[in-house]
């Protein structure tokens, strides 16, 4: 859990993050996002004091992130950026391995760690690890930038537009991994970006922040549905809200008993691709399967309809 | 391939620096033609090797203190705490600079006496330029991306510094050391005007004794010691940069 208590970043006379307070519950997703100079990533760099905070504090598990020294504290929150910042001098194998060779492991413990790290990734340790950061793709730096982040079994993983720099398939084939590894896992993630698609597919919780301050923190859904201010809703972006509504949602909520015919949709997928194939296709209906290809049922056009309609 | 040829010639003139240092008279008939009838066309008052060597330690020696010199500077100007320091530094390597290296020489002599010490006070002060300006900018043009991950992975300064920082900007410190080294190697030669043993002696005497097979001899040494050894530099550079993708 990250406790954060009226914490304030004065830069001169600028006020970059004004006395904010928010908790963080453990094994979530936060999202904060906001514009460009909101604060969002000061506020972020606070929790693992990158930055220091001019006033206030910031607890995680109970104990003030000051007490221990700085990078002794980065060594146990995992830290993912932009642009991925690997060590170009390092192959993939010593790039992951920075924390836990800080950490002073032993090497075995370090060799198996980097492989599982890498597999989990879907690289294969025997190809990747002997090769240098600038050999590989950009959605293979990212993917080793937040294996690095995660080697020493964070608790806490920060990441600052993780994704910024890739193309849309890439970003999107990486938000998922992020899911599955945060249920893998069980990482507290807190994620920085401006990307409010992003924010609604990845959030437990969103934050939304501008001119320093939080002006709402919610669960996605009760942000679109009562969005505290107008900022907010801008931020939302009004023509968006039913299929937002519909993205947070997955298929297995919206399945009812019944039959349909033809191409069947995963449960998995969000409601708002089941709309997108039902529009496409032109039916009313379609089947819907788990992930063993079991049916589950059907979705209807009618209930996805439904779902979308602001809720009362 | 593309390398190849430029590689085989610089074995070749190796090959033949070597078997000129080890036995001069084989040159002999090549030398004569740029004599008096009578006169030496191999320099004959000493050894070229030990010439030869001691010239490279003298340069070797004056370029280490200088390196260690100049990148303790630039580490030091590059760190918060040294900031303040910088315009002072940055004086003092240039003022080192503009010095002219005889002027050194004649300043340096009779507070420390003649042979060796003048002219590795000469080469020091004046090496120290170049290593320090590369330094600096490598030091303080690595990719912020980098120098932020390695605070985040939690490295202390030192760790930075060592792990991260010193290696990238590697490749540019030593070209740095590179160009100091091949002004140090021209330049060691005037040592001999103050009894250093170095490669000037032979141009010396052949100045004197308006011998031109011995002002050739003794400068063309000089000047493929200078070109083999820039290369040597150059080469471990590329692969230097190779390795951090910075090329």
């Known amino acids: 859990m990250i406790e954060i208590d009226t914490i304030t970043k004065r830069y001169g006379e600028t006020t970059v993050v004004d006395t904010v307070s928010m908790t963080i519950a453990p094994r979530t997703i936060t999202v904060i996002v906001g514009t460009s100079g909101s604060g969002k990533t000061t506020l972020m760099r606070m929790i693992n004091r990158l930055v220091e905070p001019t006033s206030g504090k910031i607890l995680i598990d109970g104990e003030p992130n000051s007490a221990i020294p700085g990078y002794e504290l980065r060594r146990r929150i995992g830290y993912a950026i932009q642009g991925h910042g690997l060590f170009p001098h390092r192959t993939v194998a010593e790039n992951i391995a920075t924390v836990p060779t800080l950490l002073g492991w032993d090497k075995s413990r370090i060799d198996a760690k980097v492989k599982e790290l890498l597999t989990l990734f879907q690289l294969d340790p025997a190809a990747f690890g002997p090769r240098y950061p600038h050999e590989l793709s950009g959605g293979q730096q990212q993917r080793v930038g937040v294996a690095r982040a995660l080697a020493a079994e964070p608790n806490i993983l920060l990441m600052d537009e993780p994704f910024g720099a890739l193309d849309p398939v890439i970003r999107a084939k990486a938000q998922e991994d992020l899911l599955a590894i945060q249920k893998h896992f069980g990482t507290t993630i807190v994620l920085v970006t401006h990307d409010m698609e992003e924010a609604f597919h990845l959030a437990d919780k969103i934050a939304v922040m501008d001119k320093g301050k939080i002006v709402q923190y919610a669960a996605p859904q009760d942000m679109l549905v009562n969005p505290a201010t107008d900022f907010v809703e801008t931020l939302i972006g009004a023509g968006e809200r039913p299929f937002r509504l519909l993205s947070i949602g997955t298929v297995a909520d919206a399945a009812e008993a019944g039959e349909a015919d033809g191409e069947p949709i995963a449960a998995a997928l969000s409601q708002r691709d089941a709309l997108s194939a039902l529009l496409w296709s032109g039916r009313q209906a379609l089947p819907v399967v788990g992930a063993d290809g079991a049916p589950l049922g059907r979705v209807t056009l009618a209930s996805l309809t439904r779902r979308a309609a602001r809720p009362q | ?247």
């Open chain 2, 1 to 247: 391939m593309k390398r190849l040829l430029p590689n085989l010639l610089r074995l070749a003139v190796l090959v033949i620096l070597i078997a000129f240092l080890l036995q001069p008279m084989l040159f002999e008939p090549l030398l004569k033609p740029l004599v008096q009838a009578n006169a030496p066309a191999v320099y004959n008052q000493g050894s070229l090797l030990s010439l030869t060597l001691s010239h490279l330690a003298t340069v070797f020696t004056a370029t280490l203190a200088a390196t260690i010199v100049a990148v303790g500077l630039a580490i030091l100007v590059t760190r918060p705490i040294g900031a303040e320091f910088l315009p002072l530094s940055r004086s003092l390597v240039n003022i080192g600079q503009t010095f002219p290296p005889v002027a050194v020489l004649a300043l340096a002599v009779p507070a420390v006496g003649f042979g060796e010490k003048p002219t590795l006070i000469a080469l020091f002060l004046y090496g120290l330029l170049p290593i320090f300006e590369n330094a600096m900018t490598g030091l303080s043009t690595l990719p912020p991306a980098i120098v932020e991950a390695a605070r985040g992975t939690g490295m202390t300064a030192w760790q930075r510094l060592i792990k991260v920082e010193l290696p990238l900007a590697l490749p540019v410190i030593l070209a740095g050391i590179r160009l100091s080294v091949t002004i140090s190697l021209a330049t060691a030669t005037i040592g001999s005007t103050v009894a250093a043993k170095t490669l000037g002696e032979v141009i010396i005497a052949g100045l004197q004794s308006n011998n031109l097979a011995f002002v050739l001899q003794g400068g063309l040494v000089v000047a493929v010691l200078a070109v083999l050894i820039y290369d040597a530099f150059s080469a471990v550079e590329r692969v230097l940069s190779r390795r951090a993708g910075r090329v």
